[in-house]
């Protein structure tokens, strides 16, 4: 009779943690999913940096490169000849 009893309140128990894990699954994970978009955000806001340009204005962050050798940095010119 003991046996029985156990297995019983095992597949009751079972059903039991199914049952609530049905019920709250979805708000335990709306919770988790704002945190992270909470704390997707949060870094987001840290990361851009304070601006002090005026609307209108134009800036330019990136000075240009120096070419040092003269030359065209671009690729090498190779002239093709056509075959007959």
């Known amino acids: 009779m003991g046996l029985i009893k156990t297995i019983f309140f095992i597949i009751f128990f ?3 943690l199914k049952f609530l ?3 709250f699954a979805p708000f335990l994970l709306k ?3 704002n945190k992270m978009q909470e704390k ?4 987001f806001r840290n990361q851009q940096p304070k601006s002090t340009v005026k609307d209108g204005e134009t800036v330019i962050d990136k000075s240009p490169t120096k070419n040092t050798n003269g030359k065209n940095t671009v690729g090498e010119y190779v ?3 056509e075959l007959d």
Request: charged share 30%; no cysteine.
């Open 40 to 43: 997707a955000a949060e870094q």
């Open 14 to 16: 079972m059903y039991a």
């Open 79 to 81: 002239d093709f000849e």
């Open 31 to 33: 919770k988790a999913v």
């Open 21 to 23: 894990a049905k019920l």
